[in-house]
């Protein structure tokens, strides 16, 4: 019973120690044991060191903007008629005086024309009303008409002078209503919408195109109180184009002496320049100096990009370390560095990849 005990017990401890031996094994502890050491990397070679400092640079703050022309105008017709013609398209070119539109204008012709009868009418009874009154006036002389007659001559011929009078003036209303139904550019510049076509109906103050000058074009911005009250006419600012990857200096031509008590804002008007490639609307911004800032700035050179992140080399005790930065502004050569770099740190150019 003893021994039957004995091997349930012994024969569990004999695995458990068998285990433990095995583990230890594995793990090296019967083997000689090799004292710890630092490996010294190869030192690496790099070119072109450059310390990373601060620099005083002037501090914009940016604004969105929108490009708005100065010289815009919307056509329409002053008269009810049906458009026969429309000589233009949206972007065409046009210079002031040219034909836009004809509108139909055989009611304002036959107007005309009944003007210019009445005139011949009226002419013909005036010139033989003066013709009778010089007569009266000799015969009066000579006592052979009455005094009333001499009276009655005149105020006729002073009645058709005047019914002359009225039918040249009809005339020229005819004639300048005919002038309306043809509508000629006010402005020289583009045509931005063509909104009628031939055939439909114009009325008095339907828009039919809408126009403007290209070179009136300014950059609007709502500015924040605070810089906007410290801007004048004539201050320079820069206006950045996305879309045209362009930076234009601008001269602020307006200040609308208004607050917008939503926004906490006022409307800053800026004159640029004439670009051909720039359009109404466009989307653009505007920076405005409002100081001096340190800034980290960088030659390009020692910028690369993996991707859509940008990265540099940095040296540190003859060994290079990539460091992802981010940047903001390109200024001429150099870019400014946001974040990812300290003054005083090395930048360089690597020979050859580490």
Known sequence: ?????????????????????????????????????????????????????LQQLDDFETFPAA?????????????????????????????????????????????VSQAKSQISAVKARADEASRNLKRVQQLQQKGLVSKSELDNASANARQTTAQLQGAQQALQEAQSALSYATIKSPISGRVVDRIAEPGDMATPGQTLLSLYNPSSLQVVANIRESVALGLSIGNQVQVTIDSLQQTLNGTVGEIVPAADANARSFEVKTDIEFNPQLLPGLFARVLVNTGKIDKLLIEKDYLRRFGQMDMVWVANNDQLTRRYVRIGRTIGDHVEVISGLSSGETIVLPDAKP
Do not use: C, H
């Open 1 to 53: 019973m003893n021994r039957n005990l004995m091997k349930k017990i012994v024969a569990p401890l004999l695995a458990i120690g068998a285990l433990l031996l095995a583990i230890a094994w594995l793990a090296g502890t019967f083997n000689d044991q090799v004292a710890p050491d630092e490996l010294t990397p190869p030192a690496q070679t790099y070119r072109s060191p450059y310390q990373v400092k």
């Open 67 to 111: 490009l708005q022309a100065r010289d815009a105008t919307l056509v329409s017709s002053r008269i009810l008629s049906r458009i026969e013609t429309i000589n233009v398209r949206a972007g065409q070119r046009i210079e002031k005086g040219d034909v836009l539109i004809t509108l139909n204008s055989s009611d304002l012709d036959a107007r």
